[in-house]
């Protein structure tokens, strides 16, 4: 009992808090935004866009751009020798070689197919990353939201309870309640701060996740929503679920993927079939 009462008394002399510190505020928009960005794992999923970009606008030039060999040879020699290519006394030699080489074969084909299968496969992780990134945003920013609105019912239970306990202690002072009357009044005061302390870091952390989602330095409130009621959907959530399964991100870089794989199995088949290469030399002696 002693331990108890000295806990409560203790509680009963933290000074309530007289108001939340200035957090600079966010709207979900910029939060979308500036968070987006900056997520890790859509920045690496940006990052295979561009890959795979690459390696299609690679297949393609392989149809028209040959490949170029060059290698340059210097040769010195301990006596001079008479060199019949420049027709004078030498002591060295420099010979350079270049070699242009066009292929054509079904494999250029089947890794241009591939090459477009991959981009298609990319594009849609990178889509998948985007809406994951901005779930976890906006799950931070109603998070802000609710632990708001929580801290403030807390406040306001603080209020009602400290409004009880002057009531209590002028019926009290009037002589119409003991003294023992007003210890539920009190106990119920503690447990009103207790509960503004706990709501008040829940909002605290609430605020540091959100802002680190959004790629900010410390805390950022969430801006109030709208209090309108919002506008119905355009389709159904049978049609929202079927146009999900159809051409959602997932399926999209799944069937891609199956595409990228089957084009992989046909350019190993390709190394049965004949190629058709032009090949051109040219060698400089000196």
Do not use: H
Request: net charge positive.
């Amino acid at each position: 009992m002693i331990a108890a009462a000295t806990l409560a008394l203790t509680l009963l002399a933290v000074p309530a808090p007289q108001g939340a510190d200035t957090v600079p505020v966010i709207t979900l928009a910029e939060a979308l935004e500036r968070g987006t960005r900056l997520e890790p794992n859509y920045v690496e999923a940006l990052g295979r866009v561009a890959e795979a970009d690459w390696t299609r606008t690679a297949a393609r030039l392989a149809f028209f751009v040959p490949a170029v060999t060059t290698s340059l040879d210097w040769t010195k020699y301990s006596q001079p020798f008479f060199n019949f290519g420049t027709l004078q006394q030498a002591s060295t030699s420099t010979t350079f070689n270049a070699t242009a080489q066009l292929s054509l074969n079904a494999r250029r084909l089947v890794e241009l197919g591939r090459s477009r299968a991959e981009l298609e496969a990319a594009t849609s992780t990178e889509v998948q990353r985007r809406y994951a990134a901005a779930l976890l945003i906006e799950s931070a920013y109603y998070t802000v939201l609710s632990d708001a609105e929580l801290a403030r019912v807390a406040a306001e239970r603080l209020r009602r309870a400290e409004e009880q306990l002057v009531l209590a202690r002028a019926r009290v002072a009037s002589g119409a309640a003991v003294q023992s009357d007003s210890l539920t009044v009190r106990l119920e005061l503690v447990r009103a701060r207790v509960d503004v302390l706990r709501q008040g870091a829940a909002l605290r952390a609430s605020q540091l996740e959100l802002g680190r989602r959004a790629g900010m330095d410390g805390p950022r409130q969430a801006a109030p929503l709208d209090t309108l009621p919002p506008p119905a959907l355009p389709l159904s959530v049978a049609e929202a679920v079927m146009q999900a399964v159809e051409s959602g991100p997932e399926y999209r870089a799944a069937r891609a993927r199956e595409r990228s794989a089957e084009s992989a199995l046909k350019a190993e088949r390709t190394g049965y079939c004949r190629a058709c290469r032009s090949r051109r030399s040219t060698t400089a002696t000196t």
